[in-house]
């Protein structure tokens, strides 16, 4: 389970959970998520009557767990809606390399060459569904959620390997393989961030097998 040591403070509960709502979102789905999280951030744990006289509750083990259990749920599927779509994305690509592909792989859309460039491009070096743009979003958020304490990355190593997992089997058991090149780098991060105390530093390295994507 996901543990924060600041998680009976009002102020930083809300700021993680701002966090699992927009770290490793596209541009435009961090905006509209930015958009509605200033008319629905409540902070469910102050009572109203609390509310107008400014005294706030202590919460309890049981707020404590469900707080936890929420944040946890949160970024299982955050991980694995950003682990799916990179799939989608990987696959496209796939498709497309193919000789004679002329549709795109989800309809019966013609694709132009355009648009397969594109498809290309998005899971390349430096394209939004490669493999560094999605392992540094995945460790952005579990530096957020950890609030960069060391002693949680086994933790959060595990909630990673949960999304995954969870992402596979919607897959029918197997993913792309830029989605495994991204696995792999995230684990090397975890190590890193391990040995190291911190992510500081950190310099991806492409692989001979990104260099093929």
Not at 153 to 178: C, D, H, N, Y
Request: aromatic share 6%; net charge negative.
């Amino acid at each position: 389970m996901i543990v924060s040591s600041a998680a009976t403070n009002r102020y930083q509960a809300t700021v993680d959970i701002n966090a699992t709502r927009t770290v490793g979102l596209s541009k435009e789905e961090a905006a509209a998520a930015a958009a509605e999280g200033k008319k629905a951030d409540v902070d469910t744990f102050v009572k109203s009557s609390e509310a107008v006289s400014g005294e706030t509750k202590k919460l309890s083990a049981t707020d404590i767990q469900k707080y936890q259990e929420q944040r946890e749920q949160s970024f299982t599927k955050m991980l694995n809606d950003i682990v799916s779509k990179q799939a989608n994305a990987g696959k496209k690509a796939e498709q497309l390399a193919k000789n004679g592909i002329t549709k795109d792989f989800f309809s019966d859309l013609v694709v132009t060459p355009e648009q397969a460039l594109a498809a290309k491009e998005s899971i390349g070096e430096d394209g939004e569904w490669g493999v560094n743009a999605v392992a540094t979003r995945i460790m952005d958020m579990c530096v957020a959620l950890s609030g960069g304490d060391a002693s949680k990355i086994e933790e959060m190593r595990a909630a990673v390997e949960k999304g995954f997992k969870q992402a596979t089997g919607q897959w029918g058991g197997s993913l792309p393989s830029i989605c495994g090149q991204t696995h792999d780098e995230i684990n090397k991060r975890f190590d890193y961030w391990k040995e190291n105390g911190s992510l500081d530093g950190y310099q991806y390295q492409r692989t001979a097998s990104d260099s093929k994507e």
